[in-house]
């Protein structure tokens, strides 16, 4: 078990986002401790690793309730219960919406990165006086 303060260390999430997390439903530590401080446990620790990954890959906070909605991760189409199609066809929907943004945006800095080459080639030519 973790406090608080060990799990920020870790994880590099601040106090302050936790504590929002836990506000939201993201997260539910425990609290065992004397006047009720959280407690964080080892699947805490790895829910939290995973939501840095969706966060990461751009989702919204939304989105990543929407991911996290079950806490089972199917691996196997033998280990599937009733709904887990569901949920697997929404975290596709979820993942290819992303995917789609970052590769705009990937698009969008690969232009931008281009202009600004360019345009130091531009100035340099200037400096040197060629035309």
């Known amino acids: 078990m973790y406090t608080i303060g060990q799990v920020v260390e870790m994880t590099g999430f601040g106090h302050d986002t936790l504590r929002y997390y836990e506000k939201i439903g993201l997260l539910k530590p425990q609290r065992k401790r004397p006047g009720g401080a ?19 890959l751009g989702l919204s906070l939304e989105e990543i309730k929407t991911f996290t909605s079950t806490k089972r991760c ?37 232009e931008l990165i281009d202009r600004t080459k360019n345009n130091i080639r531009l100035y340099n030519e200037l400096l040197d006086g060629t035309p």
């Open 38 to 56: 959280r407690v964080f446990s080892d699947d805490d620790l790895r829910l939290l690793s995973g939501l840095k990954c969706l966060k990461r």
């Open 74 to 110: 199917v691996t196997e189409r033998s280990s599937m219960h009733d709904g887990d199609e569901a949920v697997l066809r929404d975290r596709i929907v979820l993942l290819t919406d992303n995917l789609v943004r970052m590769e705009t945006q990937r698009r969008e800095l690969d």
